[in-house]
């Protein structure tokens, strides 16, 4: 098989980045390395979803009050299966699960880090063929490293994280990961079966022409969002309007577009939601790290979204994330209304 020397893969990447530090472990890459693995396993699966039994629901419902797919526990089930049997990670929190997962064995108990995530995001759409993701974020612990992780090493705030990073599985498979460095995109090439650099040094254009949010719940959201929405309707062409809405329902799917073209992604409170839907551990918090890495910003619509201090695992929040000047625009209309 002729291997294109030009193309880097994941592994060589993590590792011309260790040269730069010389005092690095190497956990790090070793976790990014199951993850990536896990994602690949989780993409098979995906894509054949259609033609084996693990489509639809479960039966069961998960910590969030929703129903479980059968897919979001093979997700959920490999990740947690990897990581354990990896020596980077001391430990997950997702969100199926009720409580952490400790993995409470010699190696893991000297780890660095415990990963935070959401196995399958997006999961409703499994059954109508839509994009959906995986997303994680990794910590540094600060229990006392020999010793089993804690439920405090989970509750940090997000600009406590060391890295943050999503799988889309769509037309093609995409790993996008941050770090304090740069956020860089990977697509999984099937020919070789490996992750390779396809988008370096990604940054979140300033400005977009792509607003999305859910239009169904317009008049349950407050009426500074009401009249942004309004705004992004009725520009004219001398401002740069009318935005253009979309909205997948899939919420990886919606930031990484926006990511890539610029764009604001709105998940507001609702009236019958008031402390928001999302969960602020394992969707906000590394989509807010990696949008800000690229140049953009990420609020609850009053405060930075990685000032946050979580006080539980499954706290839900509100989300306004994307370009940096949408975003601003955004807070001028949201600040008018006290």
């Not at 629901?57 to 990896?86: C, M, P, S, Y």
């Not at 880090?113 to 759409?125: A, R």
């Not at 590394?286 to 706290?315: V, W």
Request: glycine share 10%.
């Amino acid at each position: 098989m002729n291997i294109n020397r030009k193309v880097q893969t994941l592994d060589e990447f993590t590792i011309q980045q260790r040269r730069d530090f010389p005092q690095a472990t190497g956990e790090l890459s070793m976790l990014l390395k199951d993850i990536a693995l896990a994602a690949k396993r989780v993409n098979v699966e995906v894509n054949k979803a259609g033609l084996v039994d693990i489509l639809g629901d479960a039966g069961e419902v998960n910590v969030q009050g929703e129903d479980v797919k059968k897919l979001d526990i093979f997700a959920n089930n490999l990740f947690i299966g990897v990581t354990r049997h990896g020596v980077s990670c001391a430990g997950v929190g997702s969100e199926e699960n009720d409580d952490i997962v400790v993995f409470d064995d010699p190696l893991s108990n000297n780890s660095k880090y415990v990963m935070l995530m959401d196995p399958l995001d997006g999961s409703g759409n499994i059954d109508v063929n839509v994009s959906i993701g995986t997303i994680f974020s990794i910590y540094r612990r600060v229990s006392e490293k020999g010793t089993p992780a804690t439920i405090e090493d989970f509750l940090q705030p997000g600009n406590k994280q060391i890295a943050a990073g999503y799988i889309v599985y769509g037309s093609s498979t995409m790993l996008v990961y941050a770090t304090r460095i740069s956020v860089n995109g990977f697509t999984l090439d099937q020919t070789i079966g490996e992750f390779t650099l396809s988008h370096p040094d990604i940054r979140c254009p300033e400005e977009g022409k792509i607003y999305s949010v859910n239009h169904g719940n317009f008049w349950q959201f407050d009426e500074g969002i009401r009249k942004y929405i309004n705004i992004c309707q009725k520009k004219d062409k001398s401002n740069g309007g009318p935005y253009n809405q979309r909205y997948i329902g899939s919420m990886i799917a919606d930031v990484h577009r926006n990511l890539i073209k610029g764009g604001i992604f709105m998940y507001p409170t609702t009236s019958d939601k008031p402390k928001g839907k999302l969960r602020l551990l394992y969707e906000c918090n590394p989509l807010a790290y990696i949008i800000e890495k690229a140049g953009g910003k990420a609020t609850n619509g009053t405060e930075r979204i990685l000032d946050i201090q979580p006080t539980e695992l499954h706290q839900r929040s509100s989300l306004f994330i994307g370009s940096m000047k949408m975003m601003d625009e955004l807070e001028s209309y949201t600040r008018k209304v006290e």
